[in-house]
């Protein structure tokens, strides 16, 4: 074997590792970042829903309080106008 086969060798023999090293770094990096960008999305996504939930909840009670007061305006009560704060934190307990 020459010299310069032994060189190839040991050139090669050293880079392999390095390589190897590199290519398994690689992989577990773009593993975390994926899985770090499914988190963000998921996050994302909960923050979208409690929003939406939250606006639902609004506009359901403000409807059952305008239920509420028709109510009150076809039984001609004394004040028919007048909601009683229990009938829409009554509704609204319901929904949670």
């Given at each position: 074997?020459?010299?310069?086969?032994?060189?190839?060798?040991?050139?090669?023999?050293?880079?392999?590792?390095?390589l190897?090293?590199?290519i398994l770094l690689s992989i577990v990096l773009?593993?975390?970042d994926r899985m770090t960008v499914q988190r963000g999305a998921t996050d994302q996504a909960r923050a979208m829903m409690s929003a939406v939930d939250?606006?639902?909840r609004g506009a359901i009670t403000t409807i059952?309080?305008?239920?509420?007061?028709?109510?009150r305006?076809?039984?001609r009560a004394p004040?028919?106008?007048?909601i009683e704060p229990t009938d829409c934190v009554d509704r609204a307990d319901r929904l949670r």
């Open positions: 074997m020459t010299i310069r086969s032994q060189l190839i060798l040991l050139a090669i023999g050293a880079a392999l590792p390095v190897a090293f590199a773009v593993e975390q939250a606006g639902l059952e309080a305008i239920t509420a007061s028709r109510r305006l076809r039984s004040h028919p106008v007048a």
